[in-house]
């Protein structure tokens, strides 16, 4: 039987099976020769996270949601693939002036229309746009081009109420715009983040699910929600939320910021970073917002020079700035404090998994920025403070000294600032108990309390050294 076994599988050899993006192409072609469109869809996109470059797929997924009705779609892979690919791909122009006719912006039709006409005057869709152009110059159409006129006088009038705190005659201005352009999710957004100004939470959440009910997976709307529920302190809301905006992979440059900016304001640097320095280095050209959120995003990963570089260009372009720097709190706030803030945060997430800790440090955020300040130079914040919790868990669950937890939150600052490797949970916890009681005059052998946490009494007693040298070194810092 083993025999028989053996020669079954030597005779099979395992073939890898490779999910590539020239797969999920090649599944999209042929989905699409049968008219499934929807199917195609969804294997051309995934062929276009895997990747962005693939300009085949971009094009023939610009041209399916053209089809699909998906017009807006259609056309931000389109822009992408003109701002991003760079080899000549003017029937893109074409194929935008087609998207806009569709929707009912013929001013933007015709724009983009004459473009095509002006690179290429004898390309493959020359006749087409000749026809589309003439249709577009027709005098009926010239209501549509005032209509479009119209619309964007009014979006930047409501927009600047915005930015001018006046929050009711936005509301107004912006209702006015839903009113003559039902489809116009961007009213509806602006609309939502003005009741979530004035406090009227429920309200703006109201209209952020109409906007996704109707346009799925708009990211201004996922963006904005994902804010509210920061402010709203919806810890879980928010894990979900930024799991999700985490995998979404956006074209337009446009998107690539909203979508940075939001991350970095619900302090999620990481994938923060990963959008607005994606556009620093294509030469984005930003304001001030833009350098202060990529200041942050770069402090906050442990990018402490870049930080200060990008700060100089937010002070240059808007000197009010000045003392919101990321860093501001470095001095600030004394490490008793942080032992202090440590201890609480621990007492309130102990009965939690251990990792769900670290999203109740975003209530505290300046402590926060403290703690990753006196982390700045140590790799993996997030393990780190980790570490720290779990330490505390063996010492809660062995002793449940307050003062003696308090007590390791002093010793883990301290050995975080210097190249104190920090692993091994019971061996630190064990220590820490061991020199608290020498502290203490508690009468515990270390045989004792070696057993009590499970270690042996060498790996005490190395430990114990580790704590000793520590508050050696400290006292010679302050003597």
């Known amino acids: ?68 009705g998906e017009y807006q779609k259609s056309n931000e892979l389109l ?39 002006m ?115 919806k810890d879980e809301e928010v894990k979900k939320l930024v799991e999700k905006l985490s995998s979404i992979y956006p074209m337009l440059m446009e998107h690539r910021y909203k979508l940075g900016a939001t991350l970095a304001l619900v302090e999620h640097y990481d994938h923060a970073f990963k959008w607005l320095y994606s556009l620093y280095k294509k030469g984005f050209h930003g304001d001030d917002t833009f350098y202060y959120w990529l200041s942050y995003a770069a402090y906050f990963t442990g990018r402490r020079d870049f930080a200060i570089k990008c ?36 007492v309130e997430t102990k009965e939690k998994r251990a990792h769900e800790f670290y999203r109740q440090l975003l209530h505290h955020s300046n402590v926060k920025k403290a703690i990753e300040a006196i982390l700045s130079h140590r790799r993996n914040h997030h393990k780190l403070l980790l570490f720290a919790f779990q330490v505390a868990d063996y010492l809660f669950e062995k002793n449940g000294h307050e003062q003696l937890i308090k007590t390791w939150f002093h010793i883990f600052i301290l050995s975080a600032k210097t190249n104190v490797k920090l692993q091994n949970e019971k061996a630190w916890a064990a220590a820490v108990n061991v020199w608290f009681n020498k502290q203490h005059k508690i009468k515990e052998t270390q045989a004792y309390i070696a057993r009590k946490y499970q270690i042996s009494p060498t790996t005490l007693a190395k430990y114990v050294k580790k704590i000793k040298e520590l508050k050696i070194n400290l006292n010679e810092e302050h003597g």
């Open 1 to 68: 039987m083993r025999n028989q076994k053996n020669n079954r599988t030597s005779h099979h050899k395992v073939v890898p099976f490779l999910q590539d993006s020239r797969y999920f192409y090649r599944r999209g072609l042929k989905a699409y020769r049968e008219r499934n469109l929807s199917l195609a869809a969804r294997m051309l996109h995934r062929a276009v996270e895997l990747d962005p470059r693939n300009d085949e797929a971009l094009c023939q997924l610009s041209m399916i949601y053209t089809e699909l």
């Open 79 to 117: 822009i992408y693939i003109i701002e991003e690919m760079n080899d000549g791909m003017t029937e893109c122009y074409y194929f935008m002036a087609n998207n806009y006719a569709h929707l009912g912006l013929f001013h933007e039709a015709y724009k983009y229309a004459q473009k095509y006409a």
């Open 119 to 233: 690179e290429d005057p004898n390309g493959e869709f020359s006749e087409e746009n000749a026809d589309l152009l003439e249709m577009l110059e027709m005098e009926g159409e010239q209501d549509s081009f005032s209509d479009q006129e119209d619309l964007i006088v009014r979006q930047e009038s409501a927009r600047q109420c915005l930015v001018k705190g006046q929050l009711d005659q936005a509301i107004h201005e912006l209702n006015e715009l839903i009113h003559h352009y039902p489809d116009f999710w961007s009213a509806y957004n602006n609309l939502a983040l003005a009741h979530f100004y004035l406090g009227e939470v429920e309200t703006a959440k109201k209209y952020l699910a109409f906007v996704l009910e109707k346009n799925e997976g708009n990211l201004h709307a996922l963006c904005n929600l994902l804010v509210f529920y920061f402010y709203e302190q």
């Open 311 to 346: 700060w100089k260009r937010v002070i240059q372009e808007n000197p009010e700035k000045k003392g919101s720097e990321p860093w501001k709190d470095e001095h600030k706030i004394t490490e008793d404090l942080i032992e202090k803030q440590l201890y609480a945060t621990y």
